[in-house]
């Protein structure tokens, strides 16, 4: 009888541990991957101030869709996000960040911008 309990107390303890280092895992992931969400949509709110003060429409960008695929290095060299932010899921600062880019597009009339890898 006193292994039983020997071996019920030791089961719950690895069940209590495990459970526990789930919910570490998970809430450390949420918030990772809140970051990149929130870089996403730093680089993709820069991109569409930059499309709209330089005023690019639909047709700019199905004749130049190369325009319409703007990179890290244009929107520091322009002032609309700082060379030392940083890719939570690279660790690279967006001035390393080449492949990367944010595309300018139109739905029903509204200009989107959408984050891309590279």
Request: aromatic residues 8%; positive net charge.
């Amino acid at each position: 009888m006193k292994n039983k309990k020997r071996v019920l107390t030791i089961l719950l303890i690895l069940i209590a541990i495990t459970t526990i280092i789930l919910a570490i895992v998970l809430v450390f992931g949420g918030m990772r991957e809140k970051e990149i969400e929130k870089y996403h949509q730093t680089l993709e709110e820069a991109a569409c101030k930059l499309a709209e003060d330089e005023n690019y429409t639909k047709e700019i960008c199905e004749g130049f869709d190369y325009l319409c695929k703007i990179h890290n290095d244009k929107l520091i060299a322009r002032d609309y996000i700082k060379s030392n932010l940083k890719n939570p899921l690279t660790g690279k600062k967006a001035s390393e960040d080449t492949k990367n880019y944010v595309e300018v597009t139109w739905k029903e009339d509204k200009i989107k911008c959408t984050y891309k890898e590279g």
